[in-house]
C-alpha cells in the first residue's frame, strides 16, 4: 500500500522533555511537509522539505526541528523551546505543484 | 500575503437538506485551489483539485466550484455520514506551500 504513515499515534511530554514525532512516505514524493492544528483551527505550516537534504522554516518553525537524511523520511522533533505544544501534527507529501496527501497524525499531549 | 477564509465556521443541516460551504481567497497567482475532508482525529483526505475559474468538479453528493475570488463546495441531499470538517487551501506560483483556511465543521442530522 502506497502512503504516508505517522507514529506513534499519542505522544506524552513531560516537561523540559524533547520529543521527536516519525513521518515515513513510499509515494516517492519529493516535497514533504509538518503542519500543526490546534483545535478549531486550520493548519499552519511548520516546516517544509523539497529535497533530501534541505529543508525551510514555515511560519511558526520556534521551538521545532527537522531533518530530511533520507527521501521518504521526514522527522519533527518537539524541542523544550516549545512552551505550547499540545495540538495535533500532520505531516504530508506532494510532487512540487500537485495535491498534498496527508498522514493519519500524531496528538501531543503534555503531563 | 496569501488569505484564505471559509464561512460558516460551523453548519448544521438535517439530512436531505441541500447548502454551500464557502471559501474565499487572495492569492498572488492561482495555482490550485484544494479541498479536504477531515474526520475528528485523523488526517485530512483530498477530495478536489480546481485550477481556473469557472471549473466545477463532482463526487457524489459533493461539488466544488471556482471563481477569481472564491470557491464553493455545494452538498446536495446530504447524509450523516457528511458530518465532517471541509478544509479548502489555496497554493500559489511562486511555490509549493498551501495556505488553508479554518475549515468549516458540517452536522448532519438523521
Known amino acids: 500500500d502506497g502512503g504516508i504513515t505517522q507514529s506513534p499515534k499519542y505522544l506524552f511530554r513531560k516537561e523540559g522533555q524533547n520529543v521527536t514525532l516519525s513521518c515515513e512516505q513510499n509515494?516517492?514524493?519529493?516535497?514533504m511537509y509538518w503542519y500543526r492544528q490546534d483545535p478549531g483551527q486550520g493548519l499552519r505550516l511548520i516546516y517544509y522539505?523539497?529535497?533530501?537534504?534541505?529543508?525551510q522554516k514555515g511560519d511558526i518553525a520556534e521551538g521545532y526541528s527537522v531533518s530530511r537524511e533520507k527521501k521518504e523520511s521526514f522527522p519533527l522533533t518537539v524541542t523544550s523551546a516549545q512552551k505550547n505544544p499540545t495540538a495535533f501534527y500532520l505531516c504530508?507529501?506532494?510532487?512540487?505543484?500537485?495535491?498534498?496527501?496527508f498522514g493519519p497524525g500524531t496528538r501531543l499531549l503534555v503531563l | 500575503e496569501d488569505q484564505v477564509t471559509q464561512s460558516p465556521e460551523a453548519l448544521r443541516l438535517q439530512e436531505g437538506e441541500s447548502s454551500s460551504l464557502n471559501c474565499s481567497y487572495t492569492?498572488?497567482?492561482?495555482?490550485?485551489l484544494f479541498w479536504y475532508r477531515q474526520d475528528p482525529g485523523k488526517g485530512p483526505e483530498f477530495l478536489f483539485t480546481?485550477?481556473?475559474a469557472g471549473e466545477e468538479k463532482e463526487k457524489e453528493r459533493l461539488k466544488a466550484t471556482l471563481t477569481k475570488k472564491e470557491s464553493f463546495l455545494h452538498i446536495t441531499a446530504p447524509k450523516p455520514e457528511d458530518s465532517a470538517t471541509y478544509l479548502c487551501?489555496?497554493?500559489?506560483?511562486?511555490?509549493?506551500?498551501?495556505?488553508f483556511g479554518g475549515g468549516t465543521r458540517l452536522m448532519v442530522k438523521p
Open positions: 509515494l516517492n514524493h519529493d516535497a
Open positions: 522539505s523539497q529535497i533530501v537534504n534541505d529543508f
Open positions: 504530508a507529501s506532494n510532487d512540487r505543484g500537485k495535491t498534498q496527501y
Open positions: 480546481l485550477y481556473s
Open positions: 492569492v498572488s497567482g492561482l495555482r490550485g
Open positions: 487551501a489555496a497554493g500559489n506560483n511562486a511555490g509549493n506551500m498551501l495556505t
